[in-house]
């Protein structure tokens, strides 16, 4: 039976790690191009565990483990049924083979873009914890939300900008990412994370995200048309719609030019958005 994740306790490395004070050593260098931004705050990884509910026994998705920082946390939670991670980084994927000896955890070294996520539904719902790498958040974020059937919950680790994008209702920088995530999930906002919670420090502050998998999403009429016709809207964030709507195969009504056109989709709720999609869609 594993034992209760113990908040006070430091971590235990084996092998030739044992007896350092600090989870760091003479390793592979991390690689920018991968956006390798190592996490090695305890209260950071205290705040990611305590937001998943642990009532009970789950199988977590981690995407990038680096050097297993908080691979071993996760491991060590009483809640941790089983652990899959997906790490592109072959010589960062030995460190962590050679680090932790657990026969729950099952390490891929593949892009998790590039991955079979439909190989998890044999064992579905899953717990996602994860670091995401800031190069490729929005493909990532696209991924989760394509696969949302696949979750219970997941708490991850995203660009502060990106977090406040996402949790947007109206205004500046909000997105079509915004609104697929606000119709599939609830979401909340965690602690707040300065760059020297990690090794190296990344130049912008980053933020804890929980999610939640809606039961129920709206139904929208004619889905499958609905995202494309959305990204038009938001074609050129700061225009007006009558100027995104401009050569596209949409026409607006005189009524709808008249209530809509002077208008930017960021002023939109995900709901009024909707409702302009059922009126173009009926003219």
Not at 203 to 214: Q, Y
């Given at each position: 039976?594993?034992?209760?994740?113990?908040?006070?306790?430091?971590?235990?490395?084996?092998?030739?790690?044992?007896g350092?004070?600090?989870?760091?050593?003479?390793?592979?260098?991390k690689?920018?191009?991968?956006?390798?931004?190592?996490l090695?705050?305890?209260?950071?990884?205290d705040?990611?565990?305590?937001?998943?509910?642990?009532?009970?026994?789950?199988?977590?998705?981690?995407?990038?483990?680096?050097?297993?920082?908080?691979?071993?946390?996760?491991?060590?939670?009483?809640?941790?049924?089983?652990?899959?991670?997906?790490?592109?980084?072959?010589?960062?994927?030995?460190?962590?083979?050679?680090?932790?000896?657990?026969?729950?955890?099952?390490?891929?070294?593949?892009?998790?873009?590039?991955?079979?996520?439909?190989?998890?539904k044999?064992?579905?719902?899953?717990?996602?914890?994860?670091?995401?790498?800031?190069?490729?958040?929005?493909?990532?974020?696209?991924?989760?939300?394509?696969?949302?059937?696949?979750?219970?919950?997941?708490?991850?680790?995203?660009?502060?900008?990106?977090?406040?994008?996402?949790?947007?209702?109206s205004?500046?920088?909000?997105?079509?990412l915004?609104?697929?995530f606000?119709?599939?999930?609830?979401?909340?906002?965690?602690?707040?994370?300065?760059?020297?919670?990690?090794?190296?420090?990344?130049?912008?502050?980053?933020?804890?995200?929980?999610?939640?998998?809606?039961a129920?999403?709206?139904?929208?009429?004619?889905?499958?048309?609905?995202?494309?016709?959305?990204?038009?809207?938001?074609?050129?964030?700061?225009?007006?719609?009558?100027?995104?709507?401009?050569?596209?195969?949409?026409?607006?009504?005189?009524?709808?030019?008249?209530?809509?056109?002077?208008?930017?989709a960021?002023?939109?709720?995900?709901?009024?958005?909707?409702?302009?999609?059922?009126?173009?869609?009926?003219?």
């Open positions: 039976m594993n034992k209760p994740y113990n908040k006070n306790k430091k971590f235990e490395l084996k092998g030739p790690y044992k350092k004070k600090k989870f760091e050593h003479k390793g592979p260098r690689k920018k191009a991968l956006g390798q931004h190592f090695r705050s305890r209260k950071i990884v705040d990611i565990l305590d937001g998943v509910d642990d009532g009970e026994k789950n199988n977590v998705l981690e995407i990038g483990c680096g050097d297993g920082f908080l691979t071993q946390a996760i491991l060590d939670c009483a809640y941790c049924e089983k652990l899959v991670v997906y790490e592109v980084d072959q010589e960062w994927v030995k460190v962590v083979q050679d680090k932790i000896d657990d026969q729950r955890l099952e390490l891929h070294c593949i892009d998790a873009l590039k991955a079979d996520w439909s190989a998890l044999t064992d579905k719902p899953w717990v996602m914890i994860a670091n995401l790498p800031y190069q490729i958040t929005f493909p990532l974020l696209s991924k989760i939300a394509e696969n949302r059937e696949l979750f219970r919950e997941g708490v991850i680790m995203i660009q502060e900008e990106v977090a406040q994008k996402l949790v947007a209702t205004g500046r920088g909000r997105g079509v915004s609104c697929v606000q119709r599939n999930f609830d979401m909340k906002l965690l602690s707040k994370v300065p760059p020297e919670a990690f090794s190296p420090p990344p130049k912008v502050f980053s933020r804890l995200l929980h999610f939640r998998p809606r129920n999403p709206e139904e929208i009429p004619d889905e499958e048309k609905f995202w494309p016709f959305l990204k038009i809207c938001f074609r050129f964030p700061r225009q007006k719609l009558k100027n995104n709507f401009n050569g596209s195969n949409y026409k607006l009504s005189d009524e709808l030019f008249r209530e809509f056109g002077d208008l930017r960021q002023q939109l709720t995900f709901q009024e958005l909707v409702n302009f999609w059922v009126r173009v869609k009926a003219q």
